[in-house]
């Protein structure tokens, strides 16, 4: 049963990211994003890590994508507007075969991952065990991470305002 | 898998249904009552199945009917078919979804069972809600583009513009209420509150955190697109906003999908500030100990009320031509009431006599618990209904400051102060 939920996510979240790349329209693109970000969460819910499942869709499905589809839907691409994309075809051809040895390292590393694993303790992945991982062990990281977002945001505030006239 | 198991997850499936789905023609009904009691007009009460009008409840059923066979109209210039169908399942889905884990009543324990009294027992509450409240969102902005119409796409930017910035607002004064309560299962948020503050007052969380009640009120008006917010539809300003382009049952499932969501709100706000399933100064213990005493109060409680209803009936359904249809009408539902008096009060005098047992006790007061959230989500959608019909529209700019000047800053420093009384007097 978790096999088939497994190979049904896989399939979702693999067809999502294809459809992102192929897609000509901006907005399917976007939208098919949206169908692999939540295949995704489906995948940390088999885990059970059901606050990453939660957050994966809170933040990413229900705040990010939001934002990038609001900006696309407001610039109203027309269909004449769109970049022509003839050579599409054989730039992913030629992309996907570029990639190859970096899927070859994946695959290895994954063989080499200790196939017999201990079960897990029951508060795995639950909000509280979380937290204590993050307050505790990487505290450091985390403050450093919440700096960089700060940094990043108050750059995006700076760029985006608007120049004052002189 | 016992029958105990399946019977209790049934019950969970059907109430669920009940009070989402079901809720949908009574909060119709309850909309146009309401509106007609506010313009001070009747409101519809014609529509009837052989003198039964129940007040108007007729007309609800009558209109999704007319909904379900309409002709399904699609203008030639909607290219994407797909998502323009796909649309309405969006926005009725995930309101569906966020009802699912609402608590009807406390943990029930059948014998060595416990069950949770949700839709779907888990324990991810307050997540769950957020999750797929921010999802529904992609249905308005996809029908809106799909439509391929000036307005319609007009209504869906400003519906995502105002989920995104009120989501914000939300989440933060969410976290305040985190803070107090100190999980995010909706049931031990409910339990919390099911004790007094200064040996009078319950411990809601309206009297415990009124500020973050106010800004997740306003904030959950937002997110369901009602008025004053509702400036995704405007109808005074871009026809009809996002669904300008659906009719039949397209636009049927983005308007009971409103009022899933409206219901859903309803619930959580019940659930976080109003003490969800408990009675104000019972809770679950008390019930359990005191259930005959209960039982008692509602024996000659319910008849009582019967008896001002029936009174009322008597006085305000009566038509002086002896052949007027709507006069049987009358009759019917006080006969109906008196047989309903008898049989509670038969059935509960019995279970007084021979003793309910501890199952019996338990399984009464999810009963108990499960009326009183119905009673509690009527009134909270009363008020939805309420501000709908008493406060005008805010204007696009009025709305983002709102958000963005008055509700965030508000929710930024409830979260400090809040943070502060929980760590200096370790509350």
């Known amino acids: 049963m978790m096999d088939i939920i497994f190979m049904v996510l896989s399939l979702f979240a693999i067809g999502g990211a294809l459809g992102m790349v192929l897609f000509h329209q901006p907005v399917h693109s976007a939208l098919s994003l949206i169908v692999t970000i939540i295949a995704l969460a489906g995948i940390f819910a088999l885990l059970s890590a059901s606050f990453l499942f939660m957050v994966q869709i809170i933040v990413y499905a229900g705040a990010i994508i939001t934002l990038l589809i609001f900006i696309i839907m407001f610039l109203n691409v027309k269909e004449s507007n769109l970049p022509k994309e003839p050579y599409k075809n054989i730039t992913l051809f030629f992309g996907a075969i570029a990639l190859l040895p970096v899927n070859f390292l994946i695959l290895r590393a994954f063989l080499k991952l200790p196939m017999a694993h201990a079960s897990l303790a029951s508060d795995f992945g639950t909000i509280k065990a979380l937290g204590m991982e993050l307050f505790e062990t990487w505290l450091l990281p985390f403050e450093l991470i919440s700096i960089l977002l700060l940094v990043a945001l108050i750059g995006g505030v700076v760029f985006g305002r608007k120049e004052e006239e002189a | ?41 009747l409101g519809p009460n014609r529509c009837h199945i052989k003198g039964f009008r129940l007040g108007g409840l007729i007309q609800s059923f009558a209109d999704m009917l007319k909904l379900v066979f309409k002709e399904d109209f699609q203008a030639k210039s909607i290219k994407q078919s797909f998502f323009f169908s796909l649309a309405p399942v969006i926005v009725f889905a ?51 583009w ?90 005074s300003e871009i026809v009809g906003g996002f669904h300008t382009e659906y009719s039949a049952m397209r636009f049927g499932l983005f308007f009971v999908g409103e009022y899933v969501a409206m219901s859903a709100s309803s619930a959580l706000i019940v659930t976080l500030f109003l003490g969800g399933y408990h009675l104000p100064y019972f809770n679950t213990q008390i019930l359990h100990q005191h259930m005959n005493l209960f039982l008692m109060a509602v024996m000659v409680f319910v008849p009582l ?99 963005w000047k008055v509700l965030m800053p508000l929710a930024i420093m409830n979260i400090f102060i809040t943070a502060t009384v929980v760590v200096v007097f370790g509350v």
């Open chain 2, 146 to 235: 799909a439509s391929n119409n000036k307005y319609s796409l007009l209504g869906s930017m400003r519906s995502a513009a105002q989920v995104i910035s009120y989501e914000a607002a939300m989440g933060l004064s969410l976290v305040s209420i985190l803070i107090t309560y100190g999980s995010i299962d909706l049931v031990s948020i409910v339990n919390f509150q099911g004790n007094t503050v200064f040996g009078i007052l319950p411990s809601w969380g309206i009297v415990l955190q009124p500020l973050a009640g106010l800004i997740f009120i306003v904030t959950a008006f937002a997110e369901a697109n009602r008025t004053p917010f509702d400036i995704a539809e405007g109808e």
């Open chain 2, 94 to 144: 995930s309101a569906f979804l966020t009802f699912m884990v609402m608590p009807f009543a406390d943990h029930l324990v059948i014998g060595e069972q416990t069950f949770r009294m949700q839709g779907l027992p888990i324990d991810l509450g307050i997540l769950w809600f957020l999750a797929f409240a921010g999802l529904s969102v992609y249905g308005i902005m996809i029908g809106g």
């Open chain 2, 305 to 403: 009320m019967s008896l001002f209803f029936a009174r009322w009936i008597r006085r305000n359904n009566r038509f002086s031509a002896q052949v007027d249809i709507r006069n049987r009408e009358s009759k019917v539902l006080l006969k109906v009431l008196a047989g309903v008096n008898v049989l509670i009060v038969v059935g509960l005098a019995l279970f007084l006599i021979m003793g309910l047992g501890e199952t019996g006790v338990h399984i009464a007061t999810a009963v108990i618990q499960v009326a009183t959230f119905a009673v509690k989500l009527l009134l909270m959608n009363f008020v939805f209904v309420w501000v709908r019909w008493t406060l005008p529209r805010f204007r696009y700019d009025q709305l983002q400051d709102l958000g």
């Open chain 2, 1 to 41: 898998m016992n029958a105990i198991l399946v019977s209790v997850v049934v019950v969970n499936c059907v109430l669920a249904l009940l009070f989402s789905l079901g809720a949908a023609p009574i909060l119709v009904w309850i909309e146009r009552r309401v509106a007609g009691l506010i313009q001070d007009r």
